[in-house]
């Protein structure tokens, strides 16, 4: 939560220790007066961007004195049957045709964007570079970032025709520790082929980290403990950048907004902005089945008659179990993968009235700090502090139009969380379902993909240059295809 720094003055300085100490938070200035010059003065600078007293409401309310939530069965309806589209339904197919005619439509007319959640790091993989920069290993060693922009390379191509060029602006939220390196790496990469006047990045927020008792911690003697705001900054920090404003003045109406640690996302998936267009919503959501009725994976369900998410920690495990009437499938059954739809008029109209009304959710963690009292730095075996933030969903529930979507895991969703080797939502997986989706891609061109006995796995992957979803590859009918290749030109197939 920032607000604009004044110079730093004694008469500056005194009023910002008095704001402090009456929002209870004196405890910050107890070693001011042993930094050095420059330290002082940055210290200043970021105590003076905190607007303390709305950070104290904010702990108040989600910590202190927390809205009663009522998550028991009565309190939550799964979704009703036909009130959202599937791609897994046949029946459905002439429609989705008529979807994607629609989004392939708005992307001509340069009615279309994308924002990419890039603020996390690739900690859990062994990296402290951005997530974004990681590569699954893949035969051509690209990155999550190079993927997804070739798939916007190759939509732009796939919607110009003689008469338009699209162009698909592309928004990408980073976080204070991945700001930097994103934008280098963009850099050294040229943009990946994109328009650099194409790219704006911007950061989310941070807020500071309080002890239990509502205390802000400190870093180091001269600096605050602070942590991202969640995927749910996202709304201020849109407004807040001028994002939305230079959207507005590109004539963009229609937005896709995803995470960057899904490899298979179909990035401006024109079949769902077209449903979403054409249902005339504010928001929409790709879900898809869960696994099973245990899978750790929130639900898009009816939350008190409004559409909401909740977490599988949230119902019991008879309630997880629930049938829909005269079926196998379950009734709370629409998994979220964090993969959305906006209307521009309702991020800039709508929003900022509500933001104030969206909750924050407690993170206990374990969080390096100085205490106050020794100035001596704490190393903590347990979490020691909280960290507040918001969830991208949290606006769900004041959405008064809604398109939910459900589509096929394989082909959309597969997250990269985990650690290399640890067998889920990890590398490999990552790696093996894109190259699974390559093979499917050729095979229902026609061709074959020959995989050699004994081998660990093919090797075959097609550039998102080639095909965005499958399609362009007709000439591959009739071919075996060698299984260790990556196909960057369609004429250039290694056929065995």
């Not at 007293?53 to 009522?70: G, I």
């Not at 002439?94 to 439509?105: F, Q, T, Y």
Request: include cysteine; charge should be negative; hydrophobic fraction near 40%.
């Amino acid at each position: 939560m920032v607000q604009s720094a004044p110079s730093f003055t004694a008469e500056s300085l005194e009023a910002l220790k008095t704001r402090f100490v009456d929002a209870g938070q004196g405890h910050v200035f107890k070693h001011f007066d042993d930094l050095d010059d420059e330290a002082a003065a940055g210290f200043f600078g970021q105590l003076a961007t905190i607007d303390i007293e709305r950070c104290n409401e904010f702990f108040d309310r989600t910590v202190r004195n927390p809205a009663p939530q009522d998550v028991a069965a009565a309190a939550i309806a799964p979704l009703e049957s036909g009130s959202f589209g599937s791609m897994l339904d046949g029946a459905q197919a002439a429609a989705a045709d008529a979807w994607r005619e629609e989004g392939m439509r708005l992307i001509r007319a340069n009615k279309v964007a994308v924002i990419l959640l890039a603020g996390g790091q690739g900690t859990r993989l062994g990296s402290s570079a951005p997530k974004g920069c990681y590569d699954i290993g893949l035969p051509s060693g690209k990155s999550l970032f190079q993927i997804q922009a070739e798939r916007i390379r190759r939509l732009q191509q796939l919607a110009s025709d003689g008469e338009h060029t699209a162009t698909i602006p592309w928004l990408v939220m980073t976080s204070g520790p991945t700001s930097e390196p994103t934008r280098g790496a963009f850099e050294d990469a040229h943009f990946f082929g994109l328009r650099r006047e194409d790219v704006f990045f911007f950061n989310q927020g941070v807020l500071p980290c309080f002890d239990f008792d509502g205390k802000v911690m400190l870093e180091h003697p001269g600096r605050v403990a602070v942590a991202p705001d969640g995927n749910g900054g996202i709304y201020e920090a849109l407004r807040l950048s001028g994002a939305l404003d230079w959207l507005r003045s590109r004539g963009v109406e229609h937005i896709h907004s995803y995470c960057v640690d899904n490899c298979l996302v179909r990035v401006a998936d024109p079949t769902f902005i077209g449903y979403a267009a054409l249902r005339g919503a504010e928001c929409g959501a790709l879900v898809v089945p869960k696994k099973s009725w245990d899978e750790s994976v929130g639900v898009i369900c009816l939350r008190n008659s409004r559409f909401g998410v909740v977490e599988y920690s949230e119902i019991s495990a008879e309630t997880a179990q629930l049938t829909r009437a005269g079926t196998s499938e379950l009734a709370y059954n629409a998994g979220n993968i964090c993969n959305h739809y906006y209307s521009l008029d309702f991020l800039q109209k709508r929003v900022p009235g509500i933001e104030e009304q969206l909750e924050h959710h407690i993170a206990k963690k374990k969080i390096k700090c100085v205490d106050t009292e020794s100035g001596e730095q704490v190393a903590p075996t347990k979490p020691n502090g909280i960290k507040l933030e918001r969830f991208v969903f949290d606006v769900f529930p004041f959405v008064d139009r809604m398109a939910i979507l459900e589509v096929d895991r394989k082909d959309q969703f597969s997250p990269l969380k985990n650690a290399p080797g640890s067998g889920s939502d990890c590398p490999e997986t990552s790696r093996d379902d894109l190259i699974a989706q390559c093979i499917r891609f050729a095979e229902a061109a026609g061709a074959r993909v020959q995989v050699p006995d004994g081998s660990d796995g093919p090797r075959f992957e097609i550039s998102p240059l080639v095909s965005y979803a499958g399609e362009g590859l007709e000439s591959l009918r009739g071919k075996t295809l060698a299984a260790n290749q990556h196909v960057v030109d369609i004429d250039s197939v290694v056929t065995v």
